[in-house]
């Protein structure tokens, strides 16, 4: 009874392993248009078996948005002095993150403008300035931008599909989770909630 239930245990060790060496896809389409967001969160595991899907907006949402107008008021000051010493901490973080993530589809387009023509021109300039140098980083990455003079907007579209492998994420975590500054700055953010 007792190599039984050892071996159950051997082979859910196991089947996580794989799991964590596999990686997790994580693909997001949505479509912005106005304040009307559409979209499709799923999570798949083995690059084709549906762990987690969701769209949005789902009924529950839409009846929430009609009951719940207010905002609450965060205070960002707060939030900021908690996590000015975990900048570097979280830098680092970031990195090792960038590391365990595979891009195999980031194609995105925005439609953007303001009420003015001259500072939509401006700033569609910085855009596509920085679209410039984004787009040759991977040659998976597709993201665009085209200015729109009908007044104040930003809408867009896009299909993305991101691997992530979580076994090169733990040690990280842990290591971020240890530290005292970052713990309160979880605190901190949990409380602005």
């Known amino acids: 009874m007792?190599?039984?239930?050892?071996?159950?245990?051997?082979?859910?060790?196991?089947?996580?392993?794989?799991?964590?060496?596999?990686g997790i896809r994580i693909s997001i389409e949505y479509t912005k248009i106005g304040s009307e967001l559409k979209g499709c969160l799923k999570i798949l595991i083995f690059k084709r078996i549906n762990v987690y899907s969701r769209q949005w907006p789902s009924e529950k949402e839409k009846e929430e948005?009609?009951?719940?107008?207010?905002?609450k008021d965060r205070d960002i000051k707060k939030l900021y002095e908690l996590a000015k010493p975990c900048f570097k901490d979280l830098k680092a973080y970031l990195k090792s993150v960038l590391k365990s993530l595979k891009v195999q589809k980031l194609k995105n387009h925005i439609?953007?403008?303001?009420?003015?023509y001259a500072d939509t021109g401006q700033y569609i300039g910085i855009i596509w300035g920085i679209l410039?140098?984004?787009?040759?980083?991977?040659e998976k990455i597709q993201i665009s931008a085209e200015p729109s003079f009908n007044g104040s907007r930003l809408d867009g579209y896009g299909e993305n599909n991101i691997e992530i492998y979580p076994l090169k994420i733990i040690v990280p975590t842990i290591k971020l989770i240890s530290n005292k500054n970052v713990r309160k700055l979880i605190r901190g953010v949990l409380d602005e909630r």
């Open 2 to 22: 007792l190599n039984i239930l050892g071996m159950i245990i051997l082979i859910i060790i196991l089947f996580i392993i794989i799991l964590l060496l596999m």
């Open 111 to 116: 439609i953007f403008g303001m009420d003015s």
């Open 132 to 138: 410039a140098t984004v787009n040759p980083l991977h």
């Open 65 to 71: 948005k009609k009951d719940d107008d207010e905002d």
